[in-house]
């Protein structure tokens, strides 16, 4: 999950990656407020954090600014002992969740999780295509009630493409996710990743859940049929013969 940081009045913006800075969180900062819409515009973003400021006045304007230029990523805002009145007015300003800090980390993390898969269509903390799937909570994932035993980075763009359920994801996006800003990406490295996780994937049975969209990237959508488990399949064969 790729997060982009807006700059935090009154909180410091490097506890707060401290906190989100684990293998399933990616954290983005912009240099200002101004810069938040071009670069939701240009990079690829699960969700936006942002200080609501004293008494919400500065984050209520912010958040109105970025719907206004047209900005629909979800959106957070970090607030210091917020009365209601105030946000309840960061909610109606565009806002889809107001926390306030300090926070359990775990908490925190949920709800971020939260806002992101019901801003992608999804109800609960595992996210199912088919018989695949991921559960947010504890970043495990199974194929047919089976553990994949995915390794982190594996699990990160698994995710992410299943989040984006029926929508290209590039290969610079996976490489923004997979890359913190120390290291260089490296789409060879990418490509051995993605050959690995789709190994995994046909072991189970799922080999063309993950498509490769030449020239663009990735691309998970929902099944058109049902999928058969790999150790079911020579079985379903033998029956179709049988039975034709």
């Known amino acids: 999950m790729r ?6 009045e009154g909180f410091l913006a490097g506890d707060i990656a401290v906190i989100l800075g684990g293998d399933s969180f990616s954290l983005d900062r912009a240099e200002s407020l101004d810069d938040v819409a071009p670069m939701a515009r240009h990079y690829h973003y699960d969700v936006i954090m942002f200080g609501a400021g004293q008494a919400g006045g500065p984050g209520v304007d912010f958040i109105r600014r970025l719907r206004s230029a047209g900005c629909q990523l979800p959106a957070v805002a970090l607030a210091r002992q917020l009365e209601g009145r105030g946000r309840a007015r960061m909610l109606d300003a565009g806002a889809d969740d107001v926390i306030d800090i300090p926070c359990d980390t775990g908490e925190l993390c949920a709800r971020l999780r939260a806002v992101v898969r019901r801003a992608r269509g999804f109800t609960r903390s595992v996210l199912a295509v ?16 089976r553990d994949m035993h995915l390794s982190p980075s594996e699990y990160k763009v698994l995710e992410l493409l299943t989040l984006r359920k029926g929508t290209v994801v590039s290969k610079p996006a996976l490489m923004d996710l997979l890359y913190g800003e120390f290291e260089e990406p490296d789409v060879k490295s990418l490509n051995v ?15 063309t859940l993950v498509r490769t969209v030449w020239g663009t990237g990735y691309l998970i959508d929902e099944p058109t049929r049902p999928f058969v488990p790999v150790q079911l399949a020579p079985l379903r064969e033998e029956l179709a013969l049988v039975g034709g």
């Open 193 to 207: 990743l993605m050959h690995r996780l789709r190994k995994r994937l046909a072991t189970e049975g799922l080999s």
């Open 130 to 145: 088919g018989p695949l799937e991921l559960h947010m909570d504890s970043r495990a994932a199974t194929a047919f009630g």
């Open 3 to 8: 997060i982009l940081l807006a700059p935090l």
